[in-house]
């Protein structure tokens, strides 16, 4: 079984279901109310446990009831908790997801416990980082953390997979040449590269300025129409989305990037076969509401 440490956030998710976004200004009802797992790094965790593979996970959460929660969601998972670091001092973090009638989506973050995982406390792990297969990360802890935890699975042969989300403008060019398989969406690759995101050979350009900062892999999803992949070798290719009706996006992103990780070859030799399962799964997660209750287990993932 694939073993997959995830270095990343643990969030709980606030749902509040409002027809439209509101004006400046505005005063409105929500038409519903709801609260759910969530966090880049968790989701993507559970998503990892999901497709099959041993999942472990390094974050921080407060000493609060937010805590209990998430420490109840991930025992249901079965997810490795042994370095999900409790913190006193600190609140869990927390997001507010506006989700309208169309399911379009707008988040509020607010980082907490995230923001508070230190270089020092991943050299605590670096043993366990040396065993795993792969190793992933996104942008909800500090970039230093990151980059101290890729320095490490480097050093032991570890691959390393970047979800550059959310975007952030300044990203160190240490941590980007640090990845194997960088996998932003147009949004992020467009604001590391300088490239505008349109089609299969604007795909491309920003895949070579990537292949260009030291990543030998790029994955490059585009929502609803799909994902392209590019080898610094010369070879890529553009995997469909499949078609269903989206009621919450939420995740989607998680999904895709977890069941990648727990199905990608480490010569990635499979990375097509890789990605339609990633996306089958993502196709399954926009269905229904909320972050980690819609991420599907293996054996919904028919085609
Ligand atoms: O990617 C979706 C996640 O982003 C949500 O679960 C929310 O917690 C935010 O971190």
Redesign the pocket.
Known sequence: MKKIVVLG?T?V?TILNIERLPLPGETMAMTDRSVAG???GA?QAIAAVRAGAEASFISKVGGDHAADFMFETFKKDGLNMEHVIVDENVGTGK?YILLDENGQNS?L?YGGANQAITPAEIDDTKDFIAEADCIIAQF?VPLETITEAFKIAKDNGVVTILNPAPAKKEIPAELIALSDVIAPNETEAEIITGVKVEDEASMQKAADALHEMGVGTVVITVGDKGSFYSFKDGKSGFVDAFKVKAVDT??A??TFIGYLSANLEKDMSNIEEAMKIASKASSITVQEQG?QNSIPHKSKINF
Do not use: L, M, P, R
Request: charged fraction near 25%; aromatic fraction near 0%; glycine fraction near 18%.
């Open positions: 956030s969030n998710d969530g966090g880049k989701n997001a988040i973050v909800e939420t995740a992103g998680d972050a």
